[in-house]
T-cell receptor, first 112, second 116 residues
Framework: SQKIEQNSEALNIQEGKTATLTCNYT??????LQWYRQDPGRGPVFLLL?????KEKRKERLKVTFDTTLKQSLFHITASQPADSATYLC???????????FGPGTRLSVLP | DTGVSQDPRHKITKRGQNVTFRCDPI?????LYWYRQTLGQGPEFLTY????????KSRLLSDRFSAERPKGSFSTLEIQRTEQGDSAMYLC??????????????FGAGTRLSVL
């Protein structure tokens, strides 16, 4: 069966440390993988997109990797800040923007 | 441009009633999506429009659900004979098909539905 999982429901880290979030999937072959941030009571906000032929993407303090053999993406936030506290969602682009599957999300708390 | 807007933000209804939600996408975006999100879960894809054509529908979308996008502009999602299990956040997103931001979804703030 098809499944998409994110490493844990909640992750607590100390300010200044690197947060690493995991997205694993089975029985999917996505063309792209995206990461979104969602704050309580708001819609998700796009952060990064990585293509199946790309290994790594960076944007400021954010880095995402994509391993299609392991069927896994890792999302890193370096020098984390309390303002980074939110739920982070990975999303598989199944058909070039026509159909997306979202993971359940990981709620990140950065403690001061 | 103010982004994707959804109306209403909150809707409380009694079981068995019909409800309709509206989504106004970003004006130059020709792709529009509807999702449902329950507490602690990620958004679940419901349906997708390219311009006015509804090209994808999830199996989650029972015959009580219908979506339209007349003239390829705003979209409506109607739920007939609501059930308590329909209580959720309904999210709309839009996306361009070209340019450097194609396939990136821009979400509205959602409509929270409570069925009593």
């Amino acid at each position: 069966s098809q499944k998409i999982e994110q490493n844990s429901e909640a992750l607590n880290i100390q300010e200044g440390k690197t947060a690493t979030l995991t997205c694993n999937y089975t029985n999917y072959s996505p063309a792209y993988l995206q990461w979104y941030r969602q704050d309580p009571g708001r819609g998700p906000v796009f952060l990064l997109l990585i293509r199946e032929n790309e290994k790594e993407k960076r944007k400021e303090r954010l880095k995402v990797t994509f391993d299609t053999t392991l069927k896994q993406s890792l999302f890193h936030i370096t020098a984390s800040q309390p303002a980074d506290s939110a739920t982070y969602l990975c999303a598989l682009d199944m058909n070039y923007g026509q159909n997306f599957v979202f993971g359940p999300g990981t709620r990140l708390s950065v403690l001061p | 441009d103010t982004g994707v807007s959804q109306d209403p933000r909150h809707k409380i209804t009694k079981r068995g009633q019909n409800v309709t939600f509206r989504c106004d996408p970003i004006s130059e975006h020709n792709r529009l999506y509807w999702y449902r999100q329950t507490l602690g879960q990620g958004p679940e894809f419901l349906t997708y429009f390219q311009n006015e054509a509804q090209l994808e529908k999830s199996r989650l979308l029972s015959d009580r659900f219908s979506a339209e996008r007349p003239k390829g502009s705003f979209s409506t999602l109607e739920i007939q004979r609501t059930e308590q299990g329909d209580s959720a956040m309904y999210l709309c997103a839009s996306s361009p098909t070209g340019g450097t931001v194609k396939n990136i979804q821009y979400f509205g703030a959602g409509t929270r539905l409570s069925v009593l």
